[in-house]
């Protein structure tokens, strides 16, 4: 089945620098990539997406990139706030089964 | 709107008993849903899928006579632990395809999630 791996696992930044997580993964069959954000004891919630026929999306200061060829996507926040913080996951999807990263904590500092 | 609720969002249990974990799509048709379930500071692990009608579809490694699964309705999925072990305790998380009825097909909309705590 699909793989997917995801660095950092933790990652801290000033208020108003960027922030950039990466993922990648082992099936080409995969054609659609969503970015979850995750708080504490709640629900993952969508917050970008992009799917295997666009190189790139952006959404405010949420882009996403994917790389088809190295298997590889990442997550671009810039100019951070503290209410960004929290653990974000990745996912590949292959027909309608989503298979996460092991996520990443994002904390923003003030 | 895509609104998917899980029942009860917290639930405690004795070793041995069985646990049923609802989750319902509120305003729209769901023919697939997904259970997941996930540790603390973990990620979503998919433990199967789940099609109004026909048997579920196990992850390898799930079994599927512990984590029973039933989808008998457009709306509503439920996933039963049977005989729970505290290693069975987790936050399960389930999500809704609402397929071609509405939304993109790609899009999965999750539920709160269900603390199950086994004592």
């Known amino acids: 089945g699909e793989n997917v791996e995801q660095h950092p696992s933790t990652l801290s930044v000033q208020e108003g620098d960027s922030a950039v997580i990466k993922c990648t993964y082992s099936?080409?069959?995969?054609?659609?990539f969503p970015w979850y954000k995750q708080e504490l004891g709640k629900r993952p919630q969508l917050i970008i997406d992009i799917r295997s026929n666009v190189g790139e999306k952006k959404d405010q200061r949420i882009a996403v990139t994917l790389n088809k060829t190295a298997k590889h996507f990442s997550l671009h926040i810039t100019e951070t706030q503290p209410e960004d913080s929290a653990v974000y996951f990745c996912?590949?999807?292959?027909?309608?089964?989503?298979?996460f990263g092991t996520g990443t904590s994002l904390t923003v500092i003030p | 709107g895509a609104v998917v609720s899980q029942h009860p969002s917290w639930v405690i249990c004795k070793s041995g008993t069985s646990v049923k974990i609802e989750c319902r799509s509120l305003d729209f048709q769901a023919t697939t849903m997904f259970w997941y379930r996930q540790f603390p500071k973990q990620s979503l692990m998919l433990m199967a899928t789940?099609?109004?009608?026909?048997?579920?579809?196990?992850e390898q490694g799930v079994e599927k006579d512990k984590f029973l699964i039933n989808h008998a309705s457009l709306t509503l999925s439920t996933l039963t632990v049977t005989s729970a072990h505290p290693e069975d305790s987790s936050f399960y998380i389930c999500?809704?395809?609402?397929?071609?009825?509405?939304?993109?097909?790609?899009?999965?909309?999750f539920g709160p999630g269900t603390r199950l705590t086994v004592l």
């Open positions: 789940s099609n109004e009608g026909s048997k579920a579809t196990y």
């Open positions: 099936d080409s069959a995969s054609n659609y």
């Open positions: 999500s809704a395809d609402p397929g071609t009825s509405g939304g993109s097909t790609d899009t999965q909309y």
């Open positions: 996912a590949a999807s292959i027909g309608n089964q989503f298979y």
